[in-house]
């Protein structure tokens, strides 16, 4: 049995059909039937009743262990979220309020999400649990046909590229595109997210504009230095953002720049143009 989350809410009074349909995956009227069946025989049998609160529970789980879990009171004790674009120093903070034995957890190793967990789990647990999480949402794009060029862990630094530069989901589709395209044409990134990461190592904010010798510093992620992809993802990584990558919006993009003056990004096909807009925008 698969559950749509692993976190479950069960409101006072609700129907035991809601619960159903409204929490596991694809079930049929005859899944429906024998689970309903099995909930009465346990509230007759003995006296157990469906309580209302929130519930911890694996995705794929069994019908029984589903069962036994919503007849108690709620397990439902802590919850972590990792914030798309968030840096490992942001990540230790968070996780050091909860786990005594907490360690750094590389960026590819897992995606940004709400996590739920138990008091006093173990972190090495969590963790695991946190990169099948991972494993398992990629699983849904195996045969996307951006895995003939790129790995998973270049997929989610071509992600953390994004989650730095991009303001919205429309903006983040066209930055995809233009990553994409640079990428196909052997062209250098020149992404100043990632001259900020050479510069800080992702441990602080840099708290100044770049400067014209920031983006010749001889360094793996400085993109306007390097050809291709930086080794590693510089920050977490949202899975709504992983989705807009293996959408592989098209765009003839080439170039942008950001716009203080409209908040958005500034979006040319060819330098010429891209420079015009600039000149533009300077003046």
Same mark, same amino acid.
């Given at each position: 049995?698969?559950?749509?989350?692993?976190?479950?809410?069960?409101?006072?009074?609700?129907?035991?059909?809601?619960?159903?349909?409204?929490?596991?995956?694809?079930?049929?009227?005859?899944?429906?039937?024998?689970?309903?069946?099995?909930?009465?025989?346990?509230?007759?049998?003995?006296?157990?009743?469906?309580?209302?609160?929130?519930?911890?529970?694996?995705?794929?789980?069994?019908?029984?262990?589903?069962?036994?879990?919503?007849?108690?009171?709620?397990?439902?004790?802590?919850?972590?979220?990792?914030?798309?674009?968030?840096?490992?120093?942001?990540?230790?903070?968070?996780?050091?309020?909860?786990?005594?034995?907490?360690?750094?957890?590389?960026?590819?190793?897992?995606?940004?999400?709400?996590?739920?967990?138990?008091?006093?789990?173990?972190?090495?647990? *969590?963790?695991?649990?946190?990169?099948?999480?991972?494993?398992? %949402? @990629?699983? &849904?794009?195996? !045969?996307?046909?951006? +895995?003939? /060029?790129?790995?998973?862990?270049?997929?989610?630094?071509?992600?953390?590229?994004?989650?730095?530069?991009?303001?919205?989901?429309?903006?983040?589709?066209?930055?995809?595109?233009?990553?994409?395209?640079?990428?196909?044409?052997?062209?250098?990134?020149?992404?100043?997210?990632?001259?900020?990461?050479?510069?800080?190592?992702?441990?602080?904010?840099?708290?100044?504009?770049?400067?014209?010798?920031?983006?010749?510093?001889?360094?793996?992620?400085?993109?306007?230095?390097?050809?291709?992809?930086?080794?590693?993802?510089?920050?977490?990584?949202?899975?709504?953002?992983?989705?807009?990558? *293996?959408?592989?919006?098209?765009?003839?993009?080439?170039?942008? %720049? @950001?716009? &203080?003056?409209? !908040?958005?990004?500034? +979006?040319? /096909?060819?330098?010429?143009?891209?420079?015009?807009?600039?000149?533009?925008?300077?003046?």
């Amino acid at each position: 049995m698969l559950l749509k989350n692993e976190l479950l809410i069960i409101e006072k009074g609700e129907h035991i059909d809601n619960i159903i349909t409204n929490n596991i995956e694809n079930i049929t009227d005859i899944e429906i039937f024998i689970l309903k069946t099995y909930i009465f025989f346990n509230k007759i049998v003995f006296n157990k009743f469906i309580h209302y609160g929130e519930f911890f529970i694996e995705k794929d789980t069994s019908s029984l262990f589903f069962v036994n879990t919503i007849s108690k009171s709620s397990n439902m004790l802590n919850k972590i979220t990792i914030v798309e674009g968030w840096s490992q120093t942001q990540l230790d903070n968070e996780l050091s309020k909860h786990f005594k034995n907490a360690y750094k957890i590389p960026y590819e190793d897992i995606l940004a999400d709400t996590y739920y967990f138990k008091k006093g789990s173990d972190f090495k647990l *969590f963790v695991e649990n946190l990169k099948k999480n991972k494993k398992q %949402f @990629f699983l &849904k794009f195996k !045969n996307n046909i951006l +895995f003939e /060029k790129y790995d998973t862990k270049q997929i989610i630094t071509i992600g953390s590229l994004i989650e730095k530069e991009g303001l919205d989901i429309e903006d983040k589709q066209k930055i995809s595109s233009v990553i994409i395209n640079r990428l196909n044409n052997k062209m250098r990134l020149q992404i100043d997210a990632t001259v900020i990461y050479a510069l800080t190592d992702g441990k602080f904010n840099l708290n100044r504009k770049l400067l014209v010798k920031d983006l010749k510093i001889n360094h793996p992620y400085n993109t306007y230095f390097i050809k291709g992809l930086p080794p590693f993802p510089i920050s977490y990584v949202g899975k709504n953002t992983i989705k807009t990558i *293996f959408e592989n919006y098209r765009t003839d993009f080439l170039f942008y %720049f @950001f716009n &203080k003056s409209l !908040n958005k990004h500034i +979006f040319s /096909k060819t330098y010429l143009e891209h420079k015009k807009k600039l000149n533009e925008y300077r003046k």
